[in-house]
């Protein structure tokens, strides 16, 4: 038996499972998932890297009750890093129309981080990323330098989202795709209610 922790890059996933599932799936218990992936291992810490929505209120409402449900519903089994969006203007070359596009910054490098620290705290003896991402490469190569020069060994496993790939991922971890079955297996109660507030968090209408 094996110790895991598992790094879930939000972004990669919610929209391979966009692209995939539509809004079906999206209320996802991400502890439940990792458990079943890995059910003879113990599982030290599940961490989710996301960022929060901007300007567009329903979807900001939609996130807000996802993350209470899953902390709700998880307690200290699951770890919330929050990265965030930054503005950025954009012109059309032809038209000249201007507009405001979003751009995820600091989950990548919170994941890295993240990465290497355990791996330098021997936190656990593989490392479960659930991304297609390849930027996370250079964070992975250095985690297991890490655990090496501490006389350790860091296995990586990589877990793609729905079409989602990445050579690169593949030619350093163990490598395979979340099947359906998984996912659809993995869902929050439709009503999570906090026990220690009593509040409730519904999932929301549009992703049913």
Same mark, same amino acid.
């Given at each position: 038996?094996? &110790?895991?922790?598992?790094?879930?890059?939000?972004?990669?996933?919610?929209?391979?499972?966009? /692209?995939?599932?539509?809004?079906?799936?999206?209320?996802?218990?991400?502890?439940?998932?990792?458990? !079943?992936?890995?059910?003879?291992?113990?599982?030290?810490? +599940?961490?989710?890297?996301?960022?929060?929505?901007?300007?567009?209120?329903? @979807?900001?409402?939609?996130?807000?009750?996802?993350?209470?449900?899953?902390?709700?519903?998880?307690?200290?089994? %699951?770890?919330?890093?929050?990265?965030?969006?930054?503005?950025?203007?954009?012109?059309?070359?032809?038209?000249?129309? &201007?507009?405001?596009?979003?751009?995820?910054?600091?989950?990548?490098?919170? $994941? @890295? %981080?993240?990465?290497?620290?355990?791996?330098?705290?021997? +936190?656990?003896?593989? /490392?479960?990323?659930?991304? /297609?991402?390849?930027?996370?490469?250079?964070? $992975?190569?250095?985690?297991?330098?890490?655990? &090496?020069?501490? *006389?350790?060994? =860091? *296995? %990586?496993?990589?877990?793609?989202?729905?079409?989602?790939?990445?050579?690169?991922? !593949?030619?350093? @971890?163990?490598?395979?795709?979340?099947?359906?079955?998984?996912?659809?297996?993995? =869902?929050?109660? /439709?009503? +999570?209610?906090?026990?220690?507030?009593?509040? &409730?968090?519904?999932?929301?209408?549009?992703?049913?």
């Amino acid at each position: 038996m094996a &110790t895991v922790t598992a790094y879930i890059d939000g972004f990669n996933l919610y929209h391979g499972l966009r /692209a995939r599932y539509q809004h079906r799936y999206l209320w996802l218990d991400l502890p439940a998932l990792v458990r !079943r992936l890995r059910p003879r291992d113990s599982i030290t810490a +599940v961490r989710y890297f996301t960022a929060m929505v901007r300007d567009d209120p329903p @979807a900001e409402a939609r996130q807000r009750a996802y993350l209470a449900a899953l902390e709700a519903h998880n307690g200290a089994d %699951v770890q919330i890093v929050r990265g965030r969006y930054q503005s950025k203007n954009q012109r059309c070359r032809s038209c000249g129309a &201007t507009w405001t596009s979003y751009e995820e910054k600091e989950t990548d490098v919170n $994941i @890295a %981080v993240s990465l290497v620290a355990d791996a330098a705290q021997a +936190v656990s003896d593989m /490392a479960l990323i659930i991304s /297609a991402d390849s930027d996370l490469c250079p964070a $992975i190569r250095t985690a297991r330098t890490v655990a &090496t020069n501490l *006389g350790n060994h =860091l *296995g %990586v496993i990589a877990a793609f989202p729905p079409r989602r790939q990445s050579h690169e991922l !593949r030619t350093l @971890a163990s490598t395979f795709t979340l099947a359906q079955a998984d996912i659809r297996n993995s =869902l929050l109660p /439709a009503v +999570v209610t906090d026990p220690k507030t009593g509040q &409730t968090y519904h999932r929301p209408s549009k992703w049913r």
